[in-house]
């Protein structure tokens, strides 16, 4: 049990931790998640048409367009926030030497009305991969990051099927650029802080990137890494997994909020975002390489790292 003092700390900590009745039906809308909805997104986004859906090409195009279909299909609207290798420069500075920004990217905004406009949880995925290589063949991206799609999908649905209005506003993400140089969601950042009075406005943030695999299949697990600066955020995850079938191992990474690491959660981070990053337990042979394929994702740990993850998400935004 925590002790008076402890429970003073946690509601001091922006008071987005859930309390009373708010976190005890979050398992009803377990039901909602779908292994074969997981394996649809998952082959669609890895199949070979889409070349490896670079940042900046017709093929990563038709991703963006497939996920706005299928956050419009679970009642949202859809804002296109469109970047230019121009409004790029502008915002976070130009490429580094001998490099090139992509001409266009697109990063997609579902949003989900809460009680409070004023204070928002962000939740994130990155769509682009690698594309084709010469010499090499196509990078399917299907754990990398065709999995942090479906957990963003997917707890987009969970949300909306809850039927609660949220206490504060949610904004799902879809970034592009992310295998560029964190380019979309740099962008985000970037442009939400450069607005007038946006200032500590974004009060949460949930990356998902490469949770559909894992080390062991008999025993699968997920890492959770937070900015320790907010150690309460770990407590949300430890309450969760009571939830959660066994055997599902989490591996707590504590980070800082520093602004470093290598996935779309540094942006947010550098700004002393509180952020949760769920991520591999370990990193495979196939990473950044043509083996990544749909075929070698384990879906019993992708649906468990999802309904763990909307556990968490719940208990920041429900009462």
Known sequence: MRTIFTAILLFAALSLHAQGNGRKN????????????????????????????EAGTKECRKAMEYIAAEFEKSGYEVERQDITAESLSAMIGGPKPGKTYPATM???????????????????????????????GIHPGADDNASGVVALLSLAKMMKASGITPEYTILFCAWDGEEKGLLGSKYFVTDWYAKKDAADSICRYMNFDMVGRTANADAPAVTFAWNDNYPYLKDGCVEALE????????????????????????????????????????????????????????WIKLRKTVLLAYGV??????R
């Open 26 to 53: 979050f398992t009803d809308e377990f039901g909602i998640y779908s292994n074969k909805y997981a394996q649809e997104v998952i082959s669609f986004l890895a199949d070979k048409k889409l070349k490896g859906r």
């Open 106 to 136: 697109t990063n997609l905004i579902a949003r989900l009305e809460g009680k409070s406009s004023e204070k928002l949880v962000v939740v994130g995925a990155h769509y682009d991969h690698l594309g084709k290589k010469k010499g090499i």
């Open 243 to 298: 939830s959660i079938a066994q055997p599902f191992t989490v591996i707590y990474d504590q980070r800082f909020g520093d602004g470093k690491g290598g996935s779309d959660y540094a942006p947010f981070s550098a700004h002393n975002i509180p952020f949760v990053a769920w991520m591999e337990d370990e990193m495979h042979e196939d990473y950044h390489k043509p083996g990544d394929t749909p075929d070698k994702i384990h």
């Open 313 to 318: 998400l719940y208990g920041w935004v429900a």
